[in-house]
């Protein structure tokens, strides 16, 4: 196994500590703790990724793996931040949902021998989804919670906006009959 599938494994595993820490009935400084493992995890994701594409090391387990990983990452720490009363859970819904209607419509291109890449419309929603969740978990309060409120609706928008794009732009393999 290669050095980004590892990281990607990684990924995944740092998961369990950072939902025990959110959800537990521990110390308000085990938040920043969580937080210190959200962010390993996202510069895993990035790190993976950057490596996998200098070194000729992408593999089919890593096309697969690291969008998962990204995935329930990003939904575990929105799931937290809802059961912690600090996102709403229509936001959630929405987030989740393009992530599903996405994902499904990528496997089922793929069964088709069509490849749909990520669009930079889709970096920027994962991006701001993230700094989103890395504010919630700290909640400083005070002025910051304008910043909040602020990535919450930056982070809802691209996510409307990436998945509007990506239909948009792949909605000719629809149209084609090849899904």
């Known amino acids: 196994m290669n050095l980004p599938n590892k ?17 537990g009935d521990f110390p308000d400084y085990c938040d920043l703790i969580a937080a210190v493992i959200f962010i390993a995890a996202c510069l895993t ?22 969008p998962l990983a990204d995935k329930l990452l990003v939904c575990a720490a929105m799931i937290c931040l809802v059961e912690m009363e600090r996102l709403a859970a229509w936001i959630v ?55 909040e409120t602020l990535l919450v609706w930056i982070a809802l928008i691209l996510t409307v906006v990436s998945l509007i794009d990506y239909l948009i732009k792949n909605g000719h393999v629809i149209m084609e009959g090849k899904i």
Do not use: Y
């Not at 994701?45 to 690291?66: E, P, S, V, W, Y």
């Not at 970096?123 to 309060?141: N, R, S």
């Open 93 to 147: 819904i929405v987030i989740i949902s393009r992530e599903f209607i996405i994902s499904g419509f990528r496997l089922v291109a793929s069964d088709n021998g069509v490849v749909i890449a990520a669009s930079a419309w889709g970096k920027f929603k994962t991006t701001f989804q993230m700094l989103m969740i890395i504010a919630l978990i700290l909640h400083p309060g005070g002025v910051f919670d304008i910043v």
């Open 7 to 23: 990281l990607t494994i990684f990924r995944v595993f740092l998961i369990i500590p950072f939902v025990i820490l959110l959800l």
């Open 45 to 66: 994701d990035f790190l993976d990724g950057q490596i996998a594409r200098r070194c000729n090391l992408i593999t089919n387990f890593g096309k697969f793996m690291d």
